[in-house]
């Protein structure tokens, strides 16, 4: 069993920055993907940004430029730096983890944490 746990949500002002953090335990596969969805009040869960174990990246095109998806393998965290945030961007972040173990994928969630953008 994977466990994921999100920290560095609040307020913030608009045009803003915000650095989220996901760490990871358990035994996760060799090959697996992290990522970023977030979920605005009203509306569905979105991809945000992934990342693979490789390195490759994908973000939403609605905060291309403005937000930025790494990690750390050996510590087994990903990170999401949210520059010039907008009201827009306000919703509940959640980590994830996907393993693609022998052509099965498995998803793990994180409890989520809350961004809110506002003067």
């Known amino acids: 069993q994977v466990q994921l746990v999100e920290s560095g949500g609040g307020l913030v002002q608009p045009g803003g920055s915000l650095r989220l953090s996901c760490a990871a335990s358990g035994s996760i596969f060799s090959s697996h993907t992290m990522g970023w969805y977030r979920q605005a009040p009203g509306e569905q869960r979105e991809l945000v940004a992934g990342i693979t174990s490789g390195g490759s990246t994908n973000y939403a095109d609605s905060v291309k430029g403005r937000f930025t998806i790494s990690r750390d393998n050996a510590k087994n965290m990903v990170y999401l730096q949210m520059n010039n945030l907008k009201p827009e961007d306000t919703a509940v972040y959640y980590c994830?983890?996907?393993?693609?173990?022998?052509?099965?994928?498995?998803?793990?969630w994180g409890q989520g944490t809350q961004v809110t953008v506002s003067s």
């Open positions: 994830n983890v996907e393993e693609n173990r022998w052509g099965r994928l498995y998803n793990y």
